[in-house]
């Protein structure tokens, strides 16, 4: 009996460090808490607007490079985000240097950044999103097998 308690220890406890694992840092002002992400709203105001996860995962290439995905549903649609998501998608080096990074922070909207550069990105739907990311990520994969 005792050998299986430990073992179902064990096993919470690696499915808790795979879950843990594939946390995404937030960004600065978010407030993480299991399956929701508090936000302070407004200039000078108390209040906050809680976001649903939609979607989360991260992959570590075997180069060291990774890819990260979030997506947040917003309790409402805004003029800045009409289609009333948060998302961040990021592929860097092992060492931090994004090189490809789809997101709509507060005050820019939807934009990507390649290899350094940014740019207004039409947001679509999700779907076509991640389509568009991976086809960046390929890409930059593709320019470093050519430089090496």
Known sequence: LRKVVNLVILVGYLIYSY???????????????KNQAVRPTGTGTSYMVKANL??????????????EMIIWQLPEQSTERPHGLKYRLYYGRADGTCL?????????????????????????????????????????????DEQE
């Open 100 to 144: 490809v990074r789809y997101d709509n922070e507060a005050g820019k909207g939807d934009h990507h950044h390649f290899f350094g550069h940014e740019e207004i990105y039409l947001f679509q739907n999700v779907e076509t999103l991640v389509t568009d990311f991976q086809h960046d990520i390929d890409r930059a994969r593709r320019n470093k």
């Open 19 to 33: 879950h843990e694992s594939l946390k995404m840092s937030p960004q600065k002002g978010d407030f993480v808490s």
């Open 54 to 67: 939609l979607f989360q995962a991260k992959k570590i290439y075997p180069d060291g490079s990774i890819k």
